[in-house]
Nanobody, 121 residues
Framework: VQLQASGGGLVQAGGSLRLSCAAS???????LAWFRQAPGKEREFVAA?????????YADSVKGRFTISRDNNVKNAMYLQMNTLKPEDTAVYYC???????????????WGQGTQVTVSS
């Protein structure tokens, strides 16, 4: 299972970014999720999606602003569309996989390298 996150960058508050997570190996058959870790803080769950894409989960702090999706057919990739970004969204964002979505919202079994998102005020 290999995961690689990309798409981070610097954006002003209120702006948007789209993160991508390329999945290889068996990763595309797993539920996938995004986590983030801000400086000096613990890593936290952001959003998760089932293999079929039919079930999604979001942290309360991002509901209504972030949308998780995945492409199992062409690109074997997962995405996080982030709108109305706030300075408190600044963090390193990681993609993760686990056997079930219920366990994935707590922690991942497989992790990719992170991508930095910085939101300026």
């Amino acid at each position: 299972v290999q995961l690689q996150a990309s798409g981070g960058g610097l954006v002003q508050a209120g702006g948007s970014l789209r993160l991508s997570c390329a999945a290889s190996g068996r990763a595309f058959t797993y539920p996938l999720a995004w986590f983030r870790q801000a400086p000096g803080k613990e890593r936290e769950f952001v959003a998760a999606i089932s293999w079929s894409g039919g079930t999604t989960r979001y942290a309360d702090s991002v509901k209504g602003r972030f949308t998780i999706s995945r492409d199992n057919n062409v690109k074997n990739a997962m995405y996080l569309q982030m709108n109305t970004l706030k300075p408190e969204d600044t963090a390193v964002y990681y993609c993760a996989a686990a056997a079930t979505i219920s366990s994935l919202v707590r922690n991942g079994d497989y992790w990719g390298q992170g991508t930095q998102v910085t939101v300026s005020s």
